[in-house]
């Protein structure tokens, strides 16, 4: 069993991008989140072939507060809006796994020589969602609550197969039925003059006529219930050819999706749809893999070129508070990447990596926060990033010893498909030393670790905030150094 629990007190929002503060901010941003999860498997093995049962159940609680002053507009009167959460959810899974241990014999020349996997995967997820909006002399104002529930069956197959001497085969599907049902509810308890203290258009918490009504009482504004289901086939193609011992060249076409969901609508928009489609993408390869100084280096390249169907956006509801995810268009994504890998004396190594990415829309599309024509740059994809890391591995005395130093980098890239803000390009620096005592009571590891040395401060994400005309930033992490320590019992 494994638990994992988290706290932070305040948030990253910054009012803009120049200094870190949030001087327009009433609440602090508090989140908590503890993640339960139980694993079970057992292994059978047979003459050419092994079966894997696996079980799991995972557990998740993320209670947070959150202010939502700038984003529905109430710091522009000085009134502090918050928003408590609560999501909880439950996720059984279930797996069994047919894995070859050697390839298939046959008289058939189609039947032979085949490695496999092949299995079949179950997934329940049920999740419940409770947002509470309210100001601190009101308390809750309008509570949004929802269940989902999520449902997957999943058959998948993989298979290889040698061509002669110098050529390899893999065949692989995976094909899935995915369903969901959904139950949205917006509820709204009236307080004494509470356009008085939320001077907003009425229409904001109150969309529709309710009539007379009680201070203190709760109305239900408005429920949504349904289902949305699909099968969904993936399939995927590669071949491999060795044109010599340090020279392979090979090609690939996958198919890969993202799942359906529900969304939330506090406010009702009539433009916000209860549910999104899944999306699709189409990805094309092809790389060539060469080997140099007997394995000590390895350099590859490769092109791809995604194509993506009905993909998933997030935008926001009329009042620009509230975020939601339709199917708009699609996109196109073309890019080189490149990587090499050495081996060097005196225990050293370094791993290289570059990458291009063409990634735009194909079609226009209106956005919540303006236009984007075909050919747009998609958001959060720079052109140009990089990597660096130089690694040495040694001994003193009795200790086991591994250090790295690592660079990262990547260019400019933008906020959102209209392109509001411009996000600046970012260079990061770290380094680590790591320390494992073998001979020593607990084999005790001892881990020190730097990340971003030279203090980097640059906004890393921008969000507009439309109610108030301004912005919300979260900078990159600052300089930190970490002291670990751990034992094996």
């Known amino acids: ?101 050697q390839p298939t014999e046959s008289t058939w020349w189609l039947l032979d020589e085949w490695s496999y996997v092949a299995g079949y995967f179950y997934v329940y997820s049920d999740q419940y969602l409770q947002l509470s909006l309210g100001t601190e002399s ?52 009236l307080v004494d003059n509470l356009l008085g203290i ?17 201070p203190g009482g709760a109305i239900q504004l408005g429920r949504e219930k349904g289902r949305i289901a699909e099968t969904v086939f993936n399939p995927k193609l590669t071949l491999l050819w060795r044109a010599s011992d340090s020279i392979s060249l090979f090609t690939s076409a996958v198919k890969g999706f993202r799942y359906a ?17 899944s999306d699709s993408i189409w990805n094309y390869e092809l790389g060539i893999r060469t080997t140099w100084l007997e394995g000590a280096l390895q350099v590859d390249l490769t092109a791809f070129y995604l194509e993506w169907t009905d993909m998933q956006v997030q935008q926001r509801e009329y009042t620009g508070a509230f975020a939601y995810t339709d199917n708009v268009g699609g996109a196109e994504n073309k890019g080189l990447e490149f990587s090499m890998n050495a081996l060097l004396p005196w225990g050293f190594s370094t791993k290289l990596n570059l990458s291009y990415v063409d990634a735009k829309t194909t079609e226009f599309f ?103 005309g301004g912005i919300l930033t979260i900078y990159n992490p600052p300089r930190s150094v970490k002291l670990g320590i751990e034992f094996s019992l």
């Open 366 to 468: 209106d956005d919540f926060q303006g236009p984007a024509p075909a050919g747009t740059e998609l958001p959060g994809s720079p052109p140009y990033s990089g990597s660096f890391i130089l690694l040495w591995l040694g001994r003193l005395s009795s200790a086991e010893l591994t250090s790295t130093l690592s660079y990262t980098w990547q260019n400019r890239n933008y906020n959102n498909l209209p392109q509001t803000y411009e996000h600046p390009a970012i260079s990061l620096l770290g380094a680590s030393l790591n320390a494992r005592f073998l001979s020593l009571p607990g084999k005790p590891f001892v881990s020190l670790t730097g990340s971003n040395l030279t203090n980097e401060f640059k906004p890393g994400v921008v969000f507009d905030t439309p109610n108030t």
């Open 261 to 277: 969901g529900a969304n939330q609508n506090p406010t009702l928009d009539p433009g916000v749809p209860l549910f999104f489609d």
């Open 1 to 101: 069993m494994i638990r994992r629990e988290t706290h932070q007190d305040d948030g990253a929002f910054a009012n803009s991008d120049s200094r870190a503060e949030h001087s327009e901010r009433y609440f602090p941003d508090v989140l908590d989140s503890r993640t339960d999860i139980l694993v079970f498997s057992a292994d059978w093995s047979f003459e050419a072939a092994e079966l894997k049962l696996i079980l799991s159940n995972m557990e998740k609680d993320y209670p947070q507060r959150l202010d939502y002053s700038q984003f529905i507009g109430t710091s522009t009167v000085g009134v502090g809006l918050y928003g408590d959460t609560v999501i909880e959810s439950s996720q059984p899974t279930a797996e069994v796994r047919l894995v070859s241990t």
């Open 198 to 214: 939320l001077p907003l258009p009425s229409e904001l918490l109150l969309p529709v006529d309710i009539g007379p009504i009680s």
């Open 138 to 189: 009101t308390g809750d104002v309008l509570t949004l609550t929802g269940d989902v529930d999520a449902e997957e069956n999943a058959v998948f197959f993989d298979l290889n197969k040698p061509l002669g001497q110098n050529w390899e085969l893999g065949i692989g599907a995976r094909i899935f039925r995915q369903s969901t049902d959904a139950d949205i509810r917006t509820d709204v308890v």
